[in-house]
């Protein structure tokens, strides 16, 4: 069973830093990633890596987020720096394998950046 627990979310001020981890097991990824979601809006993505390390990122968070993955570990990494208010959001990772390529989400996490 495919499973993915996120961690590291929380509050901080603008201009502060986080990182979130998100733990999977059950299977053998090929995109790991994270994307956020505000009430009312679609989720969007953040960042994605490869199991070979090729990344990709949203405009919005070029040069302020990086995204890492320990495949030993069958971990994915989001560095956090320079937050904004509009940054605050819950975050997802996803995974996806070659047998699912819909994926698979975690549960969420909390980012609040206070102005």
């Known amino acids: 069973q495919v499973q993915l627990v996120e961690s590291g979310g929380g509050l901080v001020q603008a201009g502060g830093s986080l990182r979130l981890s998100c733990a999977a097991s059950?299977?053998?990824?090929?995109?790991m990633g994270w994307y956020r979601q505000a009430p009312g809006k679609q989720r969007e993505l953040v960042a994605s890596?490869?199991?070979?390390?090729?990344?990709n990122y949203a405009d919005s968070i070029q040069g302020r987020f990086t995204i890492s993955r320990d495949n030993a570990k069958n971990t994915v990494y989001l560095e956090l720096n320079n937050l904004k208010p509009e940054d605050t959001d819950i975050y997802y990772c996803?995974?996806?394998?070659?047998?699912?390529?819909?994926?698979?989400w975690g549960q969420g996490t909390q980012v609040t950046v206070s102005s």
């Open positions: 059950g299977s053998i990824f090929n995109v």
């Open positions: 996803y995974a996806n394998t070659w047998g699912n390529l819909n994926g698979y």
């Open positions: 890596i490869t199991s070979r390390g090729s990344t």
